[in-house]
C-alpha cells in the first residue's frame, strides 16, 4: 500500500517569511495530492491540490509542486500571517483512497 | 450548501456501551469516508462507500465497528461495545467519485465527532 512522510513535523517561521513543508509517497500509481489545513479544534480543509499532469500550481500565497519522478511534493506558503498557523496534512491518492502524512504544525510568530 | 453534516459533536459515555455516529454527505456526492483522528495515529481511514457500498473496509480496527450506508443520504458508524481506546475523533468526509477510472476527487469534511469513553 501507499506510505506517506511528511517533514517537518513542527515548523516556526517569523510572520511575512516563507514556509515550506515536503512529503514523499511510495505507490507511483498515486495521482492526485491534496493538502489540507487544519485549525485546532477544527475539520482539515482543502487548500490546493495538484493532479499528476501537472508540475507546479499555485493560488495566491499558497503553492504546490509535484516531482513525480522522485515522488515528493511540497506546499510553499509565502508571506505568512499568523493565521496561517495550524496543522498542514498532505496525502497521496489512488483509486479515490487518500493516504495522509503525519501533519505539520506551522507556527507562525507576529 | 450545508456541507457534511456530523452527529452528536461530542459523545461521552461509559466503556461497553454502544456507540453511534452519524453523517450526512454533500448532496450529490457519491463516496463516503469515515475516519479517525488520534494523536498517536493520526488520520486514519476506516472505511469507504461508493454508491452506499461499501468498496474498502480494511481499516475498520475490529469486530466491535460496523459501518452502513442504508442511502445517499446517511451513514453509520457504530461501536459496539466501546473501549476506552477508541476515544478520538471521527470524522466523515464525502466526495464526487470522479468517472470509470476512478479519477480523485477532493474530500469534504465534517466538523467531526469527539468521542470519549471513560
Known amino acids: 500500500g501507499e506510505n506517506v512522510e511528511q517533514h517537518p513535523s513542527t515548523l516556526s517561521v517569523q510572520e511575512g517569511d516563507s514556509a515550506v513543508i515536503k512529503c514523499t509517497y511510495s505507490?507511483?500509481?498515486?495521482?492526485?495530492f491534496p493538502w489540507y489545513k487544519q485549525e485546532l479544534g477544527k475539520r482539515p480543509q482543502l487548500i490546493i491540490d495538484i493532479r499528476s499532469n501537472v508540475g507546479e500550481k499555485k493560488d495566491q500565497r499558497i503553492a504546490v509542486t509535484l516531482n513525480k519522478t522522485a515522488k515528493h511534493f511540497s506546499l510553499h506558503i509565502t508571506e505568512t500571517q499568523p493565521e496561517d498557523s495550524a496543522v498542514y496534512f498532505c496525502a497521496a491518492s489512488n483509486f479515490n483512497k487518500f493516504y495522509f502524512g503525519s501533519g505539520t504544525k506551522l507556527n507562525v510568530k507576529p | 450548501d450545508a456541507g457534511v453534516i456530523q452527529s452528536p459533536r461530542h459523545e461521552v459515555t461509559e466503556m461497553g456501551q454502544e456507540v453511534t455516529l452519524r453523517c450526512k454527505p454533500i448532496?450529490?456526492?457519491?463516496?463516503l469516508f469515515w475516519y479517525r483522528q488520534t494523536m498517536m495515529r493520526g488520520l486514519e481511514l476506516l472505511i469507504y462507500f461508493n454508491n452506499n457500498v461499501p468498496i474498502d473496509d480494511s481499516g475498520m480496527p475490529e469486530d466491535r465497528f460496523s459501518a452502513k450506508m442504508p442511502n445517499a443520504s446517511f451513514s453509520t458508524l457504530k461501536i459496539q461495545p466501546s473501549e476506552p481506546r477508541d476515544s478520538a475523533v471521527y470524522f466523515c468526509a464525502s466526495s464526487e467519485r470522479g468517472g470509470r477510472d476512478w479519477s480523485n476527487q477532493p474530500q469534504h469534511f465534517g466538523d467531526g465527532t469527539r468521542l470519549s469513553i471513560l
Open positions: 448532496s450529490g456526492h457519491n463516496s
Open positions: 505507490d507511483s500509481a498515486s495521482n492526485y
